[in-house]
């Protein structure tokens, strides 16, 4: 068996698992078991994948296996790797870890709680895994399905809303999606659903392109927040519970981005470069408008699901601009942005399962109460802002410096509003930090709480030390993924 | 005429025939006691028929009785699928059945149902359209008595009145139109009439009104208006068998008649096809919006789901017609599924079927709510599960003959479908309830049933053989 098949095959096994539990302790044993299980796989897959591009193995996915399934339709299971998704599949494991640990004191329905999280992440890691569009497809609702019961139980607030919103708007995309795979598949004659097969056919006639690129685009944009879709974002974040916030704003925004730029731009690439300047146009308003909005927002959990927005904006503006640069950045912020997001989420529900709330007028002086948990609500707004050293500065840097390599006018011009986001996101952050971390504590209720536990040290330290790994050294990484995007992007170009 | 043919290539009907008059002449004997162990032997036997009949035994196409009647293996697959879901019925339908004022006529709800299930057999294997129209009403008229079984309920002798008077109508509109193609051609023969075929007006007006016919049974937009009240009022078990096994052999029947009789005029039914198509899937969705009664609500789904159906129908490809007929046996694991929830419920809460009632249902039966909540997604097209593949499969057969608006259309329908689906789920899972349905133990058969459907809505579509086997079969339509 594939070392790749083992990544889905693992949270399945989790469920039976669980399944069989009787008591929260088998439950957490067989979580903690699974999920370092997965991480330390995710850390193999890294040194194979390594390793076979250092033994000079030069095809664009490794590690591939496939078998038929469905021979009518040509669909196969077929899995690879390239050093995109080893990327994201480091990045969901560790998200599924820290998560696991995020909601070590969850106390209603846990059992059922850590099911639906494990087919989240058997989606997830089916997504990234699969070469097939088909396969990919399916994986892709397998992850979003669950976000239905796992916010309308689990969550708080307006719970029932924000759950049947995000799901409402995400099957739309997937609808988008799904009627834009038929049209790659039959415009490609037919003959195969595998993507690298279709890249390399390069057939799809241009008139077609031109009906599909859009609807594709739009169909993962919906879940990568580009605007005007991002609407499901802040209210879905907000109304759900830590672990699946994490792992949403985290991993499963990504699977926007991974798919606008696998399947719209690699195997569409005609309509790609000739329909990008529209979409250029909507996600640097979503990177600024993001920002602008969290500026304005007063719940902890809103302000960084526009951040989200933002962040994620740049993701999809990165791509559209079309150079290895600038797709090299893209992935570096996905990675970034999915750990920094991740801490965010940890620690605002580790600060209101203490306080009850997440409204900043009503927070002040928590450093000097929980000073463990605020310094490192400290470190993440200052990923989140770019500090150099850390995750996010990479990140934009790369992004920026890649977008700003067009000398076109057009092109300058959106990556110069796209950067003022830099300055409003310190705007936002610096005085949301001052705010609730900084003065004198006004709530006498809260001079009681106390810091962090150990289950919440482990899940707030494991991310730290990997924003920090990608900031401090970020050329392993950095280097990995553009040697991968450089054949997708000069496909797209030529 | 060499008689042996008809044991060869008949054995489906026959058997079944065999199968009837027994139940029936044990109903005239076996007294009270013997009552007792009816449920029981009638399933065993139908199990048994199921079992020697699942594969076609015949690899190639025959005709009987100078083509009146054609045995084709295709043919063979799906009526092997009708007896499956009447199986999974009989096993839901215990629990009613054993109830005081139905046990006395235990034996003529099976007789009924068998006759219905020969009825859609010979309709399926039709090759003159006398023998259709004979199959059809025999799959008709007891069906009316089935819907009325409960005859000293109000509802049920409403619905089955309803159901009678609008199926005799349609029948009507059905044989009018058959007149008019026997006027047009000079035959009834299916294999003779395409020749005499070309289009003219009043060809066109009888497959019009044959449609109509078969509009009604598949309860297609216009022609669904006696859904709601029918499917409301009938036992559910009949609801149930209602809504997947007569849907299904109607499917069949129509796809079969379009591509062999109406072939010369494809681009006057695909046009059909098309209004329909998008009639059904939208008013179905849009109607089932606002149902608070759930099978009132499973009827408008139903409606929909019949839509979806018809993609298969409109593309006339062999492989349309594998997706057509994977497709109604994955639909028909998760409705018998859910149908089998909502009656294991209703039997045993007192008859609660208002969708208030299931608030809460999670929290007292935790095992029906995950099976309904997987029947309805697999409904809605979420994988894993089967409704997923069928749903993909059947809207690739329609894109590849260049539907694409239409099966755009679809999609965007399939987002509002999982809206309501999710409120069901909301109930069980999210609503809370001070007085929700008690805990209770479903009767042995119900929970076979149950577990029966459960397996298929996860293996149908992860175990890609019964796709291909079916596709094999397909060939030469």
């Known amino acids: 068996m594939n070392i790749l098949s083992l990544f889905p095959a693992i949270p399945l096994l989790m469920m039976l698992g669980l399944w069989i539990s009787r008591s929260r302790k088998q439950i957490l044993a067989v979580m903690v078991s699974g999920a370092s299980l997965l991480l330390g796989l ?41 050093g995109i998704s080893v990327a994201m599949i480091l990045l969901s494991a560790i998200i599924v870890f820290t998560g696991t640990f995020a909601s070590w004191k969850m106390d209603t329905g846990v059992k059922e709680f850590f099911i639906w999280f494990c087919l989240l992440s058997v989606g997830v890691f089916g997504f990234f895994i699969s070469v097939d569009l088909f396969t990919m497809f399916m ?13 309308g139980v689990w969550g708080t607030g307006r719970k029932e809303y924000s759950a049947m919103k995000l799901t409402l708007m995400l099957m739309g995309g997937s609808a988008l999606i799904l009627i834009g795979i038929l049209g790659i598949y039959f415009g490609a004659g ?19 392109q031109r009906v599909w690129f859009p609807i594709v685009f739009i169909g993962f944009g919906v879940l990568g927040a580009l605007f005007p879709f991002h609407t499901w974002s802040p209210d879905g974040h907000a109304s759900a519970p830590t672990a699946v916030s994490m792992l949403h704003a985290g991993v499963l925004m990504k699977l926007g981005g991974y798919g606008c730029f696998r399947i719209a731009m690699y195997l569409l690439p005609d309509a790609a470069q000739e329909l990008s300047w529209i979409f250029i146009i909507l996600t640097t308003v979503s990177v600024v408008y993001g920002a602008f ?57 580790m600060i209101y399962g203490r306080t009850h709330t997440r409204d900043i007028r009503e927070l002040s002086g928590l450093m000097k109460i929980m000073p463990f948990l605020s310094v490192c609500y400290v470190i993440a707004g200052l ?22 390599m067009d000398n076109d006018v057009f092109h300058r011009v959106v990556t110069i509003i796209a950067c003022t986001s830099i300055v409003i996101t310190a705007v936002y952050i610096l005085r949301l930090i001052g705010k609730i971390l900084y003065g004198t504590c006004t709530n006498p209720e809260h001079l009681k709480l106390t810091d962090a536990t150990w289950d919440e040290k482990v899940a707030v330290i494991v991310l730290i030390v990997a924003i920090a790994g990608l900031g401090l050294f970020p050329l392993w990484m950095s280097d990995m993924i553009s040697e991968s995007v450089l054949p997708v992007i000069s496909h797209i170009l030529n | 005429m060499d008689y042996s043919a008809i044991f ?26 013997g009552r007792k162990y009816f449920h029981g032997i009638m399933c065993g036997v139908l199990l048994l028929f199921i079992g020697a009949t699942v594969f076609p035994y015949h690899k190639e196409t025959a005709e009987i009785f100078g083509g009146m009647y054609i045995y084709s293996p295709i043919s063979g697959v799906v009526k092997s699928l009708l007896a499956i879901g009447t199986l999974l019925v009989f096993l839901q339908a215990d629990k009613w059945l054993g109830q005081k004022d139905t046990e006395i006529k235990r034996g003529e709800f099976y007789v009924l149902t068998l006759s219905t299930l020969i009825g859609m057999d010979f309709m399926i294997s039709a090759g003159h359209f006398m023998m259709f129209f004979i199959g059809l009403e025999l799959a008709s008229v007891p069906m009316a008595c089935l819907v009325a079984f409960d005859k000293y309920k109000h509802n049920s002798a409403e619905a089955g009145a309803k159901f009678i008077l609008s199926a005799l109508f349609a029948s009507g509109l059905m044989l009018y139109g058959i007149s008019f193609l026997y006027g047009t051609t000079g035959t009834l023969y299916f294999d003779d009439m395409t020749a005499g075929i070309d289009g003219s007006a009043l060809q066109i007006l009888s497959l019009v009104f044959f449609f109509t016919g078969l509009g009604f049974k598949l309860s297609l937009v216009p022609f669904h208006l006696w859904t709601a009240d029918t499917y409301e009022g009938a036992p559910t078990a009949v609801t149930s068998y209602l809504s ?10 129509l796809m079969v008649i379009l591509i062999k009789v109406f072939a010369p005029v494809v681009e006057y039914w695909q046009a059909l096809l098309y209004i329909v198509i998008i009639l059904s899937i939208t008013i179905g969705n849009l109607f089932a919006l606002r149902q608070k009664n759930l099978k009132r609500f499973m009827a408008f789904s139903s409606i929909s789901q019949a839509g979806y159906i018809m993609l298969g129908v409109i593309s006339g490809t062999p492989y349309g017609m594998t997706t057509l007929i994977f497709y109604v046996l994955v639909y028909m694991a998760a409705n018998l599924a859910a149908f089998g929830v909502i009656n294991t419920v209703e039997q045993n809460s007192g008859g609660k079927v208002g969708m208030d009632d299931y608030n809460g249902l999670y929290k007292t039966n935790p095992k029906l709510a995950v099976i309904m909540t997987l029947a309805l997604f697999s409904l809605a097209g979420i994988p894993p599960f089967a409704g997923f593949f069928s749903k993909f499969f059947i809207f690739a057969a329609a894109f590849e003959q260049g539907f694409h608006v239409l099966v755009f259309i679809a999609l965007i329908n399939t987002v509002i479908s999982l809206y309501y689906y999710l409120l069901i789920v909301k109930a069980m899972f999210i609503n809370r309830n001070d007085a929700p349905v008690a805990t209770f133990r479903s009767d042995g058969s119900t929970r076979i049933s149950l577990l029966l459907c459960l397996a298929g809505i996860i293996i149908l579509g992860l175990a890609s053989c019964i796709f291909d086997g079916i596709n094999l079969y397909t060939f030469g339509i």
Not at chain 1, 139 to 151: C, H
Not at chain 2, 14 to 25: F, R
């Open chain 1, 293 to 349: 909005s969290a500026c304005v927002q007063t719940d902890l959990k809103y302000i960084n699901a526009y951040s989200s927005v933002s962040h994620c904006g740049l993701v999809l503006f990165a791509i559209l601009m079309m150079n290895t640069t600038a797709a090299t950045g893209a992935v570096l912020q996905m990675l970034s942005h999915g750990l920094m997001t991740a801490l965010f989420f940890a620690l605002i529900g």
């Open chain 1, 383 to 404: 990923a989140n802002l770019g500090l150099p050293g850390l995750s996010g500065f990479v990140a934009e840097m790369t992004i920026f410096n890649g977008a700003f």
């Open chain 1, 42 to 82: 995710a850390i193999a897959l890294v040194c194979i994948y390594l390793g076979m591009r250092a033994d000079g193995q030069t095809a664009e996915m490794l590690l591939t296996d496939s078998f038929t399934w469905y021979r009518p339709l040509n669909i196969e299971y077929a899995v690879g790797v390239d």
């Open chain 2, 8 to 33: 060869t290539y008949m054995y489906t009907e026959i058997a079944l025939i065999g199968v009837t008059v027994a139940a029936l002449l044990y109903d005239l004997i076996a007294g009270r006691r």
């Open chain 2, 244 to 253: 997947v096994v007569s849907k299904a052999a109607a499917a069949f029947a």
């Open chain 1, 190 to 208: 037919a003959t195969t659903m595998n993507i690298n097969e279709i890249a390399a056919l390069h057939n799809i006639p241009e008139n077609m």
């Open chain 1, 139 to 151: 994986f892709y609702e397998v992850a979003l399905i669950p976000m239905y019961l796992l916010i």
